[in-house]
């Protein structure tokens, strides 16, 4: 009697048991976090993103400054200021969903190498203003 009573009960628990075990775990309180030992690390902080946007527009405010001091001209500006222009848009797509060090990585560098051109346009002399 034992083992009928077993057996009509075991596969009503199991039945039970199995959609609970296929459902994702909920995400704790404070949201999903990266530790040391993992691969973002908690890299990404907020410290982080203000700095990017900081240079970002470090970057545009320099550019302009060039042209008020008259150290380069508003034609060697304009390819300029385009490529910042890029980059912030650049970067307002990837902060959507958080940046990634790659992306980090890639607008620093974007940020350097527009940077870069700024002073090889003011060290040339040459103010090509038309």
Do not use: C
């Not at 999903?32 to 470090?58: E, N, V, Y």
């Not at 200021?81 to 959507?96: D, G, L, N, P, W």
């Not at 990585?105 to 090509?128: F, G, H, P």
């Amino acid at each position: 009697m034992k083992k009928l009573i077993l057996a009509a009960l075991l596969p009503a628990t199991v039945g039970l048991a199995a959609p609970a075990m296929a459902q994702p775990a909920p995400p704790p309180p404070g949201g999903w976090h990266h530790g040391p030992g993992s691969a973002m690390g908690g890299w990404m902080t907020p410290r982080r993103d203000a700095a990017i946007r900081q240079d970002i527009g470090q970057l545009r405010f320099a550019i302009d400054r060039a042209v008020r001091n008259r150290t380069t001209s508003p034609r060697e500006a304009a390819p300029l200021r385009r490529q910042a222009m890029v980059v912030q848009r650049q970067y307002q797509m990837y902060a959507r969903d958080g940046l990634s060090r790659d992306e980090v990585r890639w607008l620093a560098s974007r940020v350097n190498q527009i940077r870069q051109q700024l002073r090889m346009e003011r060290a040339d002399w040459d103010r090509d203003r038309w």
